[in-house]
């Protein structure tokens, strides 16, 4: 499965603040750690606290913090807020959409994309934690 | 949800299943899957906890309330090609009790003795549609393995007609 910057930056971001809910983190210090664009990541940010994963601390030492649940938000939740395209990959206005082939080919992608789901679903936040190295382990509630 | 259930499990004792377990098992199980199936459970007492095979365990987990969860597997070799491993059929635990680690301990016991008997793989099949089931053996370390398992529905084809069949 072939992510948008958005969708790995949104992952970045909500794993990095979930390792420590309690955290605060500003924009800037998560795009350096990643070595991503901080203009790009400040939109994805806004688009998670607009999902309520993420909540915007205000004042000195502001940033944001985690606000979900980590061991109920999947890695899915956050992947289909920014891959519209996740929830049906098979578009029926592709070229030569009606023929046996096509549809052979759709009962194919379909297959995939079930289990992609289905995988990504099952993965929460806590869980993906629980098993990134060492380092991460470390900051992990 | 029990008092304390959230925070200690060491109240919790894993045991091997016994024979007069069977009716806790069949109405955990339904509770879990919405469907009642004594025969089923009476075959699989049978096979795993009246008679001995090696590389078979049925376990049980109990606190001082009674059993709150249980697992079941065995040791499978050369099936598929495989290599001996260790296949868990079914882990249930009961709703009041859950997210007090009981799956885990259960887990880790049941792999314990797959450990014990010298097998370093342990392996389970989910629905994708069970979702609770596939986050549990997630946050245990459980990644997609090598295997893919493939089915297709049998409709009535033409070798249904036996005079078909024998021509």
Redesign the interface.
Same mark, same amino acid.
């Given at each position: 499965m072939r992510l948008q910057k958005s969708t790995l930056f949104a992952l970045y971001a909500a794993l990095e603040l979930a390792a420590e809910p309690g955290r605060q983190m500003s924009t800037a210090d998560i795009a350096d750690r990643y070595g991503i664009s901080i203009h790009h990541l400040a939109k994805v940010m806004r688009q998670l606290v607009r999902a309520g994963l993420i909540q915007s601390v205000r004042g000195v030492g502001g940033g944001y913090r985690f606000s979900g649940n980590v061991k109920r938000v999947t890695l899915w939740d956050i992947i289909e807020l920014f891959e519209p395209a996740a929830r049906s990959a098979n578009q029926d206005d592709e070229p030569g959409h009606a023929t046996p082939v096509s549809r052979a080919l759709d009962n194919v992608r379909a297959e995939i994309d079930d289990l992609t789901r289905a995988t990504m679903q099952s993965i929460t936040l806590k869980s993906l934690l629980k098993f990134a190295p060492a380092e991460r382990q470390k900051r992990l509630p | 949800m029990r008092a304390g259930s959230l925070m200690n499990n060491s109240a919790v004792a894993i045991r091997a299943a016994e024979a007069g377990d069977i009716g806790k098992v069949i109405r955990l199980d339904e509770l879990h899957t919405g469907l009642a199936k004594p025969d089923y459970w009476r075959e699989m007492f049978a096979a795993y906890v009246t008679a001995y095979h090696f590389g078979r365990y049925f376990l049980i987990a109990e606190d001082p309330g009674g059993m709150v969860g249980f697992i079941v597997g065995e040791i499978r070799t050369w099936e598929f090609g495989s290599p001996p491993c260790g296949w868990v059929f079914a882990v249930n635990v009961s709703p009041d009790s859950r997210?007090g680690g009981i799956g885990s301990r259960l887990l880790d016991a049941i792999c314990g003795r797959f450990r014990d008997c010298g097998v370093g793989t342990v392996r389970t099949m989910i629905s &994708?549609?069970d979702?609770l089931n596939? %986050?549990f053996? &997630?946050?245990q370390?459980m990644t %997609?393995g090598p295997y893919i398992e493939l089915e297709m529905n049998l409709d009535p084809g033409p070798t249904d007609d036996p005079n078909e069949a024998k021509a």
């Open positions: - | 997210e &994708r549609n979702p596939l %986050a053996f &997630r946050s370390g %997609a």
